[in-house]
């Protein structure tokens, strides 16, 4: 138990680092103004055009750090900052949207497999821990408690499943982002450097929050499976 804290504390901290370390590099690097000019919402344009996508609208949302692609709309959503600015950090979070954007269209795999997960995941969220205090509350009294605790377990397993699977399509996403800004010239190499540190701190906050799940459901697990042992 005292493991399974600590462990925990040391998730926590090392969110908290990750998060406002990529806040600092993003402050830093959207002070860099491109060299081409180009805004956020221009580079997104670009990089969709390059890869022959006509079908998806690049749009702005209120926001900090609330880009993200929405493949049923087929929408690359930016942050006013990020839609607006013509700097380094502006055109990193840009093209890793419109990474996205293509992975869709090229049908690439692991996005394929986090998309059908999606509805599962909604439900899973929102009953996982209700069934998991429910079932460890009533194995104390009925046979069946540990069945509810069980579903519990599982329902918060999928969320679990889910997170590890972002990480190969943020990742993947954040390549083809730099390749294709690198390939087109679209920014330079201090630029591309500034590109690539942004996007690494932010693909740094996708692994942190997959290990806390997974030392989450660890701990859940221990408490439903180990205490029928008991």
Same mark, same amino acid.
Request: hydrophobic fraction near 45%; charged fraction near 15%.
């Given at each position: 138990?005292?493991?399974?804290?600590l462990?925990?504390?040391?998730?926590?901290?090392?969110?908290?680092?990750?998060?406002?370390?990529?806040?600092?590099?993003?402050?830093?690097?959207?002070q860099?103004?491109?060299?081409?000019?180009?805004?956020?919402?221009?580079?997104?344009?670009?990089?969709?055009?390059d890869?022959?996508?006509?079908?998806?609208?690049?749009?702005?949302?209120?926001?900090?750090?609330?880009?993200?692609?929405?493949?049923?709309?087929?929408?690359?959503?930016?942050?006013?900052?990020v839609?607006? #600015?013509?700097? +380094?950090? @502006?055109?990193?979070?840009?093209a890793?949207?419109?990474?996205?954007? %293509?992975?869709? /269209?090229? $049908?690439?795999?692991?996005?394929?497999?986090?998309?059908?997960?999606?509805?599962?995941?909604?439900?899973?969220?929102?009953?996982?821990?209700?069934?998991?205090?429910?079932?460890?509350?009533?194995?104390?009294?009925?046979?069946?408690?540990?069945?509810?605790?069980?579903?519990?377990?599982?329902l918060?397993?999928?969320?679990?499943?889910?997170?590890?699977?972002?990480?190969?399509?943020?990742?993947?996403a954040?390549?083809?982002?730099?390749?294709?800004?690198?390939?087109?010239?679209?920014?330079?190499? #201090?630029?591309? +450097?500034? @590109?690539?540190?942004s996007?690494?701190?932010?693909?740094?906050?996708? %692994?942190?929050? /997959?290990? $806390?799940?997974?030392?989450?459901?660890?701990?859940?697990?221990?408490?439903?499976?180990?205490?029928?042992?008991?």
């Amino acid at each position: 138990m005292g493991s399974y804290y600590l462990i925990i504390i040391l998730i926590s901290l090392a969110s908290m680092w990750v998060s406002s370390t990529l806040k600092r590099k993003f402050k830093t690097y959207s002070q860099k103004q491109l060299r081409n000019g180009m805004s956020g919402k221009e580079i997104a344009e670009q990089m969709l055009s390059d890869h022959g996508i006509r079908d998806v609208k690049v749009i702005s949302v209120r926001g900090s750090l609330t880009d993200h692609y929405n493949p049923q709309k087929k929408t690359v959503n930016l942050s006013e900052s990020v839609y607006n #600015e013509r700097n +380094a950090a @502006a055109a990193a979070v840009a093209a890793h949207e419109c990474g996205h954007a %293509v992975q869709h /269209a090229q $049908g690439y795999k692991w996005l394929q497999i986090r998309s059908t997960l999606v509805p599962m995941v909604s439900v899973a969220s929102n009953m996982s821990m209700l069934v998991i205090i429910a079932g460890l509350v009533l194995m104390q009294i009925v046979p069946y408690g540990f069945t509810i605790a069980a579903i519990g377990v599982g329902l918060f397993g999928v969320g679990t499943l889910f997170s590890f699977i972002t990480l190969p399509v943020e990742y993947d996403a954040s390549n083809r982002a730099l390749a294709w800004l690198q390939r087109k010239n679209m920014v330079s190499r #201090e630029e591309l +450097a500034g @590109a690539q540190d942004s996007l690494k701190w932010a693909a740094r906050t996708y %692994v942190v929050a /997959a290990l $806390g799940s997974l030392a989450t459901l660890a701990y859940f697990a221990f408490q439903v499976f180990g205490g029928r042992r008991n």
